[in-house]
């Protein structure tokens, strides 16, 4: 999904994320396209930058519009699954699958 500790794009991710909806629909077009997902993903689903820059593509379920973590990647150390918008599961069916976490 892409990282925003590395990626150019931070700042306005940030902005884009602290503002409400109607200023996320406005602002995501801004980012960089590797980061659309991640901040869609941040935003709608209320997960840690930390355990969505771990997911890997074996927990990604786009046709039952899921993402499921893994104990040792949540700070309290359970195993959600967490429900995807329809927004990111279109998203998501755009990019290549690729091998591990690169989203």
Not at 8 to 23: H, P, R, Y
Not at 34 to 55: D, H
Not at 72 to 95: C, F, H, R, Y
Request: net charge negative.
């Amino acid at each position: 999904m892409g990282s925003l500790s590395d990626r150019n794009g931070e700042a306005v991710a940030g902005e884009i994320i602290s503002k409400g909806l109607d200023s996320f629909r406005d602002g995501v077009h801004r980012l960089p396209l590797n980061l659309k997902p991640l901040v869609t993903f941040l935003y709608y689903c209320g997960v840690r930058l930390g355990e969505a820059e771990q997911i890997e593509w074996h927990q990604v379920d786009p046709p039952a519009a899921l993402i499921r973590l893994e104990e040792d990647q949540t700070k309290n150390s359970e195993a959600p699954t967490i429900p995807l918008p329809d927004v990111l599961v279109k998203m998501l069916k755009q990019i290549d699958k690729k091998e591990g976490s690169d989203l």
